[in-house]
């Protein structure tokens, strides 16, 4: 049985009023999983939503699970406040995340040039077919037409 650690609900792109949420299992302090529930997605089949679930990586560095945990532990939010947000409270554009990532690229000796905002796209439908998902299940995965 699953037992909620904390929960945060975040606002999404959309202006539907649906929310996603997020939930850290089990509740302990021994983290295993988040649960990152999105009610709609502009590129899933009938836009529907999805829940994504994420272990832990092995490196804490670079583990979501542990780090998503230390942001909502670190900054506490308001319930209907962003999943990612600026100091001024506003969430992420879509230019903003790709003009950090292309100032950040170079720190890490990658060429910003060879990034653009559907590298995202194109490396999960890499990523999906690595792991042997059919054509139709990519495609379904609205990654790919």
């Known amino acids: 049985m699953k037992a909620t650690l904390q929960k945060h609900t975040a606002k999404t792109a959309k202006s539907s ?10 509740a302990t302090s021994k983290l295993h999983l988040v649960e990152l529930a999105i009610p709609s997605s502009k590129t899933g089949p009938f836009c529907k939503g999805v829940t994504f679930t994420i272990g832990l990586a092995t490196d804490p560095a670079c583990c979501a699970v542990r780090l998503l945990f230390k942001l909502f532990t670190s900054f506490p939010m308001a319930p209907n406040a962003p999943l990612f947000s600026l100091p001024s409270g506003h969430p992420f554009s879509h230019d903003l995340l790709i003009n950090s990532i ?42 790919w037409a």
């Open 17 to 26: 009023g649906k929310m996603a949420s997020v939930h850290f299992f089990p």
């Open 102 to 143: 292309h100032l950040l690229l170079p720190a890490i000796g990658e060429n910003h040039n060879h990034y653009a905002g559907h590298s995202f796209c194109i490396g999960s439908t890499a990523a999906a077919a690595n792991l042997g998902y059919t054509k139709y299940e990519i495609k379904a995965l609205g990654q």
